[in-house]
């Protein structure tokens, strides 16, 4: 469980701190889940632009100096009638 937890830290970290986008359209609402295989999780995140797009990508690995595994993912905008916003998915 300890190494779950490191690997959501890292995750975290690498999503919030790291970001290399426009300051108003930093990811927010970060969620990691199961996938149903005890190997796998799913990181969701919103960016709040649907104009501006940026990569859908996690970077995780073992310690916050070996970010060296990437996994790319899929967004889609998703909008209320009046706050559009960007849904990032990936699967690591």
Do not use: W
């Not at 975290?12 to 970060?30: A, F, M, R, T, W």
């Not at 990691?32 to 940026?54: A, D, W």
């Not at 070996?66 to 690591?92: E, P, Y």
């Amino acid at each position: 469980m300890a190494r779950f937890m490191v690997s959501v830290l890292l995750i975290h970290l690498l999503v919030c701190c790291s970001y290399g986008g426009v300051d108003d359209n930093k990811p927010e609402q970060i969620h990691v889940g199961f996938t149903g295989i005890s190997s796998e999780r799913i990181v969701n995140y919103v960016t709040p632009s649907p104009s501006l797009k940026p990569e859908t990508v996690v970077a995780y690995g073992t310690s916050p100096n070996t970010l060296n595994r990437k996994a790319t993912g899929d967004s889609f905008v998703f909008g209320t009638g009046g706050h559009d916003f960007t849904i990032h998915n990936v699967k690591v």
